[in-house]
């Protein structure tokens, strides 16, 4: 394909900065605005080797001295022609360097194009692709580790398995619908209706796994529920370190709910504060405890706060139970900094100590809300990472319970044939093997230039 060119490194002023070209003479294009110390042609050095040398005008003013190296097709990223030049990370020094190599017959590259053509070489499927995106955007540890082990291609094995398995069903179907007279000793009913229960149970296992995706990526839906004036809005502002939310000593501060994402520990939670739970006569706070409610059945964490400094009430039961819906809670008892009321303390023993006034207490808060969700529940990433491929795998899972049904049914082999042909598309679009265009392009766009 024609020769693109890109800045790969982030335009501020910065230690190096990283050009990449990709395509049909790549290592050329560069080798006339790059001119290795040693005299000889840039192209004529071997591969994978860095070479030493200047960035130069066509006029021959020296613009920086920097390393180059180029890879052919067969151990590059993208599966073509590939060069990288590491210069110095000036900015203007960078956009002057890719003004030469535009004009020395490469093309400005469009976001994520590079991925681009590396999936359309058969270097990377969709999923690996995907990964790519998801390792640079990765917000914790755990995050970057699943997408490091998507980008191996984790993803793309276990659904290349499905598929191969499902081709295989198919292909015994294929001799049935193709020779229905003849008796074929081979094809057992029973035997393909097993393997059909095999696909499926994979693939529920797989769907399974949407929801940690879905939690690594975006956040784990949490809620700070409490009772009004103990401290949910003082504390959403001492995780994140902002002044985001209002904090006021009148009871019935928050109205309306807050998102913020906090990372705490490995897991990063889209944390809401909630207006307190009481009943009011006032309309506007009688809106923002609905709200609340409405935030707490949506939520898998909730963390139910407490003023440990002063006696409980029933709107402290009020709001343990608008958290009952939740799948984990944790009672936070704030306010540790003033003397703690006995009973509090006796009722609730497992509650967490913190002052969101002095920051006491945040670290353990932390360290209980890791170890409700261990690292590592998922095996290395073999999960659904995004929605598209959630919803490729859930519409190969309900294809494959159709043909399990018609085949149940006493249906026609070939309309149970035609249920996992629509299995194996889904899993095709899954990695891209049969992905249309349009859904390439979309994903690709979201990269960035020079990805
Ligand atoms: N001493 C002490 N006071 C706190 C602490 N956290 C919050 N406060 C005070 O408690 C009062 C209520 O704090 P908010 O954060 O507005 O409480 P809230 O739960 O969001 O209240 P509503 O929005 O009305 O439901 C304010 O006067 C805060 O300064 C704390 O850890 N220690
Ligand atoms: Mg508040």
Redesign the pocket.
């Known amino acids: 394909m024609d020769c693109i060119a890109a800045i790969a490194t982030p335009l501020a002023p910065s230690a190096i900065g990283i050009l990449r070209l990709s395509g049909d003479g790549a290592a050329a294009v560069a080798g006339r605005v790059f001119h290795p110390a040693n005299g000889r042609d840039f192209a004529e050095h071997s591969p994978r080797t860095m070479v030493y040398g200047a960035v130069e005008t066509p006029e021959g003013t020296l613009l920086d001295h920097g390393l180059g190296v180029w890879f052919s097709a067969a151990h590059s990223y993208t599966g073509e022609e590939a060069v990288e030049l590491y210069l110095h990370g000036s900015p203007v020094v960078l956009g002057e360097t890719l003004s030469l190599l535009l004009a020395s017959g490469a093309r400005q590259a469009g976001p994520g194009e590079f991925t681009r053509r590396a999936f359309l070489s058969g270097r990377m499927d969709l999923t690996q692709a995907e990964a790519v995106m998801d390792l640079i955007d990765a917000e914790t540890a755990e995050a970057a580790r699943l997408a490091a082990a998507q980008e191996g291609g984790a993803l793309r094995r276990k659904v290349e398995g499905i598929y191969e398995g499902l081709l295989e069903v198919a292909s015994r179907f294929y001799a049935v619908v193709d020779y229905p007279d003849e008796d074929l000793e081979d094809v057992s009913p029973e035997e393909l209706k097993g393997d059909l229960a095999v696909w499926q149970r994979d693939l529920e296992a797989l769907v399974s796994t949407a929801r940690r995706g879905r939690i690594l990526k975006s956040g784990l839906p949490a809620v700070l529920l409490?009772?009004?004036?103990?401290?949910?809005?003082?504390?959403l502002n001492a995780l994140t370190g902002t002044d985001r939310?209002?904090?006021?000593?009148?009871?019935?501060?928050?109205r309306d709910t807050v998102e913020e994402k906090v990372r705490l520990g490995g897991v990063v939670l889209r944390l809401t504060?909630t207006?307190?739970i009481r009943q009011t006569a006032d309309e506007i706070e009688a809106m923002g405890v609905e709200r609340a409610r409405r935030a707490a059945d949506q939520a898998e964490l909730a963390l139910v706060?407490i003023d440990g400094?002063r006696p409980l009430t029933a709107e402290d039961e009020e709001a343990f139970a608008a958290a009952s819906g939740c799948k984990k809670v944790l009672v936070v008892r704030?306010?540790?900094?003033?003397p703690v009321c006995p009973a509090v303390s006796e009722r609730f023993p497992e509650a967490i100590p913190?002052?969101?006034?002095?920051g006491e207490g945040l670290e353990e808060l932390e360290q209980a809300v890791a170890a409700l969700y261990p690292a590592g529940e998922a095996p290395a990433g073999c999960l659904l990472a995004n929605a598209r491929q959630e919803d490729a795998a859930r519409r190969a899972l309900g294809a494959v319970e159709r043909a399990r049904a018609a085949f149940a049914g006493g249906l026609t082999p070939d309309a149970v044939l035609s249920d996992v042909e629509d299995a194996m598309n889904a899993l095709g679009e899954l990695t891209g093997r049969t992905a249309k265009e349009d859904i390439v392009s979309a994903i690709f766009s979201r990269f960035c230039v020079g990805k």
């Open positions: 409490g009772k009004p004036n103990v401290g949910k809005s003082s504390l939310c209002l904090v006021t000593a009148t009871a019935g501060t928050t504060d207006a307190g706060v400094s704030n306010k540790a900094d003033l913190v002052s969101a006034r002095t």
